[in-house]
Nanobody, 120 residues
Framework: VQLQASGGGLVQAGGSLRLSCAASDRTFSVYAMGWFRQAPGKEREFVAVISWNGGSTYYADSVNGRFTISRENAKNTVYLQLNSLKPEDTAVYYC??????????????WGQGTLVTVSS
């Protein structure tokens, strides 16, 4: 499955963005979907994951309560709502399809990334 992330941009601290990740085909619906991010000079890290049917979600401590992951299988799309953004949220955000896990190795398919920049 091919993934296309979008929705990144420049936002002030405290602001919001919604990222989208569109999948190329309906096999999307059998996968858990995760979001990861990579800040400048840092390794890529887990952000959030949602189960194949949307029934379960899990977040990194750093974003829990501020970010919300959701999906619409009918549209082959997963979303990440980013609220109360902080400068430290600045990163390239990647979506990925795989297992309901936090490790990158559990994801088989990756999107190209979308840049989120949060100004102070």
């Amino acid at each position: 499955v091919q993934l296309q992330a979008s929705g990144g941009g420049l936002v002030q601290a405290g602001g919001s963005l919604r990222l989208s990740c569109a999948a190329s085909d309906r096999t999307f619906s059998v996968y858990a979907m995760g979001w990861f991010r990579q800040a400048p000079g840092k390794e890529r890290e887990f952000v959030a994951v949602i189960s194949w049917n949307g029934g379960s979600t899990y977040y990194a401590d750093s974003v829990n309560g501020r970010f919300t992951i959701s999906r619409e299988n009918a549209k082959n799309t997963v979303y990440l709502q980013l609220n109360s953004l902080k400068p430290e949220d600045t990163a390239v955000y990647y979506c990925a399809a795989g297992r309901f896990r936090t490790a990158q190795d559990d994801y088989s398919y990756w999107g190209q990334g979308t840049l989120v920049t949060v100004s102070s």
